[in-house]
T-cell receptor
């Protein structure tokens, strides 16, 4: 049973703080993804990684960075949190190849005040 | 124009009704079509998956793909209150297997 876990379900941070969101998957998937989900805007891809130490920008990478030092772990970093980064953040993982399901974590609800 | 368009709803129907959820898309390279269900305060989970055109049935759920119209549908028969959730369509092309494009989701509520 695939499991994707995220370090926090709810997080409250102040403007300007550096924020780390951690994601771990236990199925040896090559690909990992960070999305944010906002009402009316759906899931927007921030960054993804197809291998250790590899990363690619998604649709909205500004204000974010990522780190993938180990295959099972993918971190999202908000260098200087701003109120417009208040959102639900979802991590996902998926094997390489066509036709594979993408598995999501439970999400982290981040509030920046 | 977004690659995938989905009516956000909300959609509210009485228990037992047939529900139809739809998405349109613009990229003719899409070959894999999925429906994810997301309950409140949870991550999305895969509900249905189809390759290319045609229908696929799984219990009370039927997924339909019309590639000529670039239109996909999810039908829910005998809807139950437990079906209340946000439904996201998703699709990917064969050549970009690592990237799935999601619709914005339709919020569905089944009234007992």
């Amino acid at each position: 049973d695939v499991k994707v876990t995220q370090s926090s379900r709810y997080l409250v941070k102040r403007t300007g703080e550096k924020v780390f969101l951690e994601c771990v998957q236990d199925m040896d998937h090559e690909n990992m993804f960070w999305y944010r989900q906002d009402p009316g805007l759906g899931l927007r891809l921030i960054y993804f990684s197809y291998d250790v130490k590899m990363k690619e920008k998604g649709d909205i990478p500004e204000g974010y960075s990522v780190s993938r030092e180990k295959k099972e772990r993918f971190s999202l970093i908000l260098e200087s949190a701003s109120t417009n980064q208040t959102s639900m953040y979802l991590c996902a993982s998926r094997p390489t190849g066509v036709g594979y399901e993408q598995y999501f974590g439970p999400g982290t609800r981040l509030t920046v005040t | 124009q977004k690659e995938v368009e989905q009516d956000p709803g909300p959609l509210s129907v009485p228990e037992g009704a047939i529900v139809s959820l739809n998405c349109t898309y613009s990229n003719s390279a899409f070959q894999y079509f999925m429906w994810y269900r997301q309950y409140s305060r949870k991550g999305p989970e895969l509900l249905m998956y189809t390759y290319s055109s045609g229908n696929k049935e799984d219990g009370r759920f039927t997924a339909q793909v019309d590639k000529s119209s670039k239109y996909i549908s999810l039908f829910i028969r005998d809807s139950q209150p437990s079906d209340s959730a946000t439904y996201l369509c998703a699709m990917s092309a064969v050549s970009s297997a690592s990237k799935i494009i999601f619709g914005s989701g339709t919020r569905l509520s089944i009234r007992p």
